[in-house]
């Protein structure tokens, strides 16, 4: 693994404590507690096997510490356990659907991104049973990429169309429609929003355009978006999964094997980067999550051949 930086200050250094006890502390863990588990942690697997042919895209941790990634093949959600690196199918999924971004609610409640099918689905973590599906558009022309959960919904981009959709998250309620407006650039026939995470102050969204890899930060209420000024770096192309932890910003660049870790000014107008992550194990990573001290990431392997017998892995960085 490589970490190359940009710009090291006091401040970095200082704003690398700040996050270690910041993920100790959203890790439901006291900081004393962190340290002591450190050691045992470090014995963990830093790599785990996927199903043959899985075709992974979405990776989701939330409270404890598994991971469940969603299939690209055929809707199926697997959880690994962290500690071992063993894991099984929690969701068989079925033909013709398909499982990218996904996010674990607190009530063990999964929310799963259906791609090209235009839907969104909830599934129960504990039993694997679809809870419900919602069908936000047309089965053809759009791509339900990415989620993420914030206040009262689950917001769901749309690579092929500026809008993005906000799930109840509970059986009542109606699907939300925010129409992207303002800065937003829709390009014809390419991905463009993709990851999405809530701003600091939680009163917006970030979405990444993966082409031509901009990052906007979006108002809730009126889905107007505002391009975020980039420093250190020109954009963020082939910008795929986010994760925010406090005001910093890691954005996974799929076909670049990067990872970019921004700083974010306190409403998200500007990001500077402050360092970049690589790995000779990454191939075409997509998503990251976090538990603890590690980001994990799935290697959905674009450039290698998607078939039946394709091998699929997950491999962990240091936070």
Known sequence: MTWNHSQPSRRTVLGGAAVAALAAATSGVSVAHAASAAPARAAWPAEFPLPDG???EGITIGRRPYAYMGSRANGAVYRTDLRTGEGRVIHEGAAGTVAVGLKLDEDGLLYVAGGGGGSARVVDSRTGELVTTYQLTDAT????????????????TDSRDAVLYGVPRGRAGEVRRLPLTGDWVQTP??????GIVGTPDGRGLIVVSSSPGRLYHVDLKSGHATEIALAGAADVANGDGLLRIGRTLYVVQN???LIS??????????????RTVTDPRFDVPTTVARWADRLYLVNARFTSPQTPETTFNGVAVPL
């Open 261 to 274: 870790v921004y700083d974010l000014d306190a409403q998200a107008p500007a990001a500077t980067l402050r």
């Open 54 to 56: 899985f075709l992974p």
């Open 255 to 257: 076909r670049l094997n």
């Open 189 to 194: 026939n390419v991905n463009n929003a993709n």
């Open 141 to 156: 022309g759009h791509f339900i990429n990415d989620v993420i959960l914030l206040g009262d919904r689950a917001w769901f």
